[in-house]
Structures are given as C-alpha cells and as structure tokens.
C-alpha cells in the first residue's frame, strides 16, 4: 500500500494540550507502553506539533498551557 500523508485539522488549543501531553509522557512515560508501531506514530504525531507550534519556546508556556486546557474542557 502506498503511504500518502494525510491532513488533521485541531484547533491550536488543541494541538498545544496534546504536544504537552505527549512530551510529558515520552520524558516521564506516564502513558501506557504503546507497541513499536504506536510509539512511531506518536513519535511522527509529536513531530508534526513541534514545528507548527511556537508556544513551547514561550517564557509563558505552562501558563499558555493551562489556559489552553481551562478553554478545551469550558467547551
């Protein structure tokens, strides 16, 4: 099968929360132990929000983080 890229779309609250919680867990491994092919997506996933998001170089980024996280569960 060919692999083509495919597009998901997350709001920037959104993608801020999730870069944070999958950094947090591959430094700590909060998460589950995923199998080699979930730990390469999650690798590729985390990838993909690093280059698109700014915040995580904020001086402000766990405060921006939270309120992301008070925005996303307000919804």
Known sequence: MKEEPITVE????EALVLFEWLHRS?????????????QIALWALSSVLESALVDP???????LVR??????TRR
């Open 26 to 38: 591959e430094d700590v491994g909060h998460v589950l132990t995923p199998s080699a092919g979930q």
């Open 57 to 63: 170089l904020a001086e402000n980024y766990d405060d």
């Open 10 to 13: 997350l709001t920037s609250d």
């Open 67 to 72: 309120d992301a996280e008070s925005r996303l």
